[in-house]
């Protein structure tokens, strides 16, 4: 199938099977996998015009849903979080995407900084899983703690897989909300960040989300759960929910640019081909956020960090080969 805007010509049924398989192994970290799919279409499909940034951010319009929908319909979302991460990277995205069209035109230098950005994220992933980072986590500590026994309990029990995982009564409870502090429960474990100091890191990542075509959610999710001791199980939805607010901003940027004749550049999205990587991103962001419940957040982090970190060695030894 011939995709004329992108100029892809790829069978129909792998952007969305590719979507899925991507989708499943990142949401349960909060992460849509648009930072995954980027450079699939970049490197696989030959997709290396600045027009697939908003390409990728179509996708994350259409996938996400399903992954927001299930984590509200668990319990799991810290909604002020979720605003504060919204109000920083709004601005930032738009001003990432002008540095996009801008600044960042040659593939390879945009590959070498995508190489950066993912090598510090997959760095990050997998520092939290060691026995040294997971000392100092406190009540995060105590989460993990609760759900290996509870893990442990319920397989003596039922005998069953499906039983073990977080109760239905681990659920995100707002106990203080101000311009100085946001503190939540879960689990009967008390949380707390800083609404300033995440609206500033948030504005940040909407930046580096602009130029990279992936709503920041893929940056902020780690560095949140890491800096502020908070558990994936309570970022995740409020990253996803971030991620498409900014999409959504990114998307209709990179419209407006392109309407406005103002860069020689094509920037504007292959809708179908969104679309079809958006479908499968569907169904993946779905069952990624119904696994997590199942998932201890150590293998959550090695997981991801592994695939993140591979990616980045890759991208940047390519540029430095040249």
């Known amino acids: 199938m011939h995709f004329p805007v992108s100029g892809v010509d790829v069978h129909p049924?792998?952007?969305?099977?590719?979507?899925?398989v991507v989708a499943v192994l990142t949401t349960p970290a909060g992460v849509s996998g648009a930072f995954l799919?980027?450079?699939?279409?970049?490197?696989v499909l030959g997709f290396a015009s600045p027009a697939v940034s908003p390409t990728n951010l179509v996708y994350n319009i259409v996938a996400i849903p399903g992954g927001?929908?299930?984590?509200?319909?668990?319990?799991?979302?810290?909604?002020?979080?979720?605003?504060?991460v919204v109000a920083g990277t709004l601005p930032g995205v738009v001003v990432g995407g002008l540095l996009?069209?801008?600044?960042?035109?040659?593939?390879?230098?945009?590959?070498?900084?995508?190489?950066?950005?993912?090598?510090?994220l997959g760095g990050r992933l997998l520092w939290e899983t060691t026995p040294r980072a997971r000392a100092?986590?406190?009540?995060?500590?105590?989460?993990e703690r609760k759900f290996k026994e509870?893990?442990?309990?319920?397989r003596s029990g039922t005998q069953s897989r499906l039983a073990a995982g977080l109760p239905a009564g681990a659920v995100v409870r707002t106990t203080a909300w101000s311009l100085r502090r946001v503190s939540y429960e879960f689990w009967g474990e008390s949380f707390s960040f800083s609404p300033l100091v995440v609206f500033l890191l948030a504005l940040v990542v909407g930046v580096i989300g602009g130029i990279y075509g992936i709503g920041g959610g893929a940056i902020i999710a780690p560095f949140v759960v890491s800096f502020f001791s908070l558990p994936v199980?309570?970022?995740?939805?409020?990253?996803l929910a971030g991620t498409f607010a900014t999409s959504i901003v990114g998307v209709l940027f990179f419209m407006g640019l392109g309407a406005s004749g103002s860069v020689a550049v094509p920037v504007t999205p292959d809708w179908l081909l969104g679309a079809l990587f958006g479908i499968g991103g569907l169904a993946g962001t779905y069952c990624g956020a119904r696994l997590q419940r199942y998932l201890p957040e150590r293998l959550i982090r090695a997981t991801l960090g592994t695939l993140v970190l591979f990616l980045a060695v890759r991208y940047v030894v390519q540029y430095l080969a040249r």
């Open 13 to 20: 049924l792998l952007p969305p099977l590719v979507a899925f």
């Open 37 to 43: 799919l980027l450079p699939f279409q970049v490197s």
């Open 68 to 84: 927001l929908g299930r984590y509200i319909r668990d319990g799991r979302m810290a909604w002020p979080l979720t605003w504060v």
């Open 100 to 120: 996009r069209v801008h600044l960042f035109v040659d593939p390879r230098l945009f590959k070498f900084f995508v190489g950066l950005v993912l090598l510090y």
């Open 136 to 143: 100092r986590r406190g009540q995060l500590a105590a989460v």
């Open 150 to 154: 509870h893990v442990e309990a319920a």
């Open 233 to 239: 199980y309570t970022v995740a939805g409020a990253a």
